[in-house]
């Protein structure tokens, strides 16, 4: 242990958390984690409803847009922790949304379509603060969750540096009883968590996952296109991908030019 090692602040404070937006049908918010400050260290899952207006706002949007990430953050005026939302404190807060995202600046969103939201949470699907202790899982590891309707996929995220990897399927597994998709299980592929890469590690297509990590309950799993994937948004203490990223944006630049 480096006894010149800056203090950790244990007790969480009230900030803005960023959220990705899953779903149509079910609403779910997956936090943007950060390895280098308490108050994002966790990975959390939320299902959630919107006041009407803003919900349809999203739904028409969306259904213009579909390959687009969309973020919802907390108004700075409505901060809280994160296990103040754990433990039922929160249960609405107010908040903007944005299609697109960037990595530039640690994160940037992009065009706001509703500048005011309601969110109103319903329940707690995921919840667990990371542990650099405890090792990341052998094999690429993704919480399965949805609603019966729609399912998706989470990177199970463990220790820096790492990948957050978000995608929805194109069917319900009918492997899966509805009551456990509703409260997450893991998957596991058969390729080894890491390297940590520069781009998704699991394509569009047929896959066999083993359910729980158990070798005697292999399934079938088709997998979506990926609408958000990044090692960046300050999620690790340095970018394994920044450079990279840079020079593609860079490129990017000069071709619009």
């Not at 937006?21 to 280098?36: A, D, E, N, Q």
């Not at 990177?155 to 957050?164: C, G, R």
């Amino acid at each position: 242990m480096n006894d010149d090692a800056k203090p950790w602040p244990i007790k969480d404070t009230p900030n803005t958390h960023g959220m990705f937006m899953l779903g149509t049908t079910t609403l779910y918010l997956c936090h943007m984690p950060m390895f280098g400050m308490e108050d994002h260290l966790y990975q959390m899952t939320l299902q959630v409803r919107l006041d009407p207006a803003s919900m349809s706002t999203y739904l028409a949007d969306k259904a213009q847009h579909p390959g687009s990430p969309y973020n919802l953050t907390n108004l700075e005026r409505d901060s809280f922790t994160l296990p103040q939302v754990a433990c039922g404190q929160v249960r609405q807060y107010v908040a903007a949304i944005y299609r697109d995202y960037s990595n530039e600046g640690g994160g940037t969103p992009g065009t706001q379509i509703v500048g005011e939201a309601t969110v109103f949470v319903e329940r707690v699907v995921v919840y667990r603060a990371f542990d650099q202790n405890i090792p990341r899982p052998a094999n690429l590891t993704y919480v399965l969750f949805g609603d019966g309707k729609e399912a998706h996929l989470d990177h199970y995220i463990a220790v820096d540096p790492d990948f957050q990897h978000l995608l929805t399927l194109p069917a319900v597994p009918e492997w899966l009883d509805v009551t456990q998709l509703q409260a997450g299980v893991l998957v596991s592929f058969p390729q080894p968590s890491t390297p940590i890469g520069c781009t998704p590690p699991v394509t569009p297509g047929a896959h066999t996952v083993q359910f729980q990590g158990l070798a005697g309950a292999a399934v079938p799993l088709t997998v979506g296109t990926t609408f958000w994937y990044s090692t960046g948004n300050s999620l690790n203490a340095v970018d394994p991908c920044g450079a990279r990223q840079a020079a593609e944006s860079a490129i990017s630049n000069e071709v619009a030019q």
